[in-house]
């Protein structure tokens, strides 16, 4: 099992930034990619970026890929997603997920929200 604990949402003024962690635990050595997801009300859950974990290759949706950067710290087994110029319409709940394929998420967290005001 692993356990994912996201943190940094928040309020935050249209071309603000924040920065989203994503903390793992338990068999962490079981992840090959951490990937962070979105959903606004009202609309379905949508990819954001994924990061490899050993490699730390990255792979982001078009509508952030100039403005949303994700890093790793190895040490610290936790995921960043440094969000700069933000927009209200990635107003949402974030939630990180983790697995040992890209695009088949096993564990889950429970999700940060972030709203972005005009």
């Known amino acids: 099992q692993v356990q994912l604990v996201e943190s940094g949402g928040g309020l935050v003024q249209a071309g603000g930034s924040l920065r989203l962690s994503c903390a793992a635990s338990?068999?962490?050595?079981?992840?090959?990619?951490i990937a962070w997801f979105r959903q606004a009300p009202g609309k379905e859950r949508e990819f954001v970026a994924h990061?490899?974990?050993?490699?730390?290759?990255?792979s982001y949706q078009d509508s952030v890929k100039d403005r949303f950067t994700l890093s790793r710290d190895n040490a610290k087994n936790t995921v960043y997603l440094q969000m700069n110029s933000l927009k209200p319409e990635d107003t949402a709940v974030y939630y990180c997920?983790?697995?040992?394929?890209?695009?088949?998420?096993?564990?889950w967290g429970q999700g940060t929200q972030v709203t972005v005001s005009s």
């Open positions: 338990g068999r962490t050595l079981s992840m090959y990619a």
């Open positions: 990061i490899v974990w050993s490699s730390g290759v990255t």
């Open positions: 997920a983790a697995g040992q394929h890209i695009g088949i998420y096993n564990y």
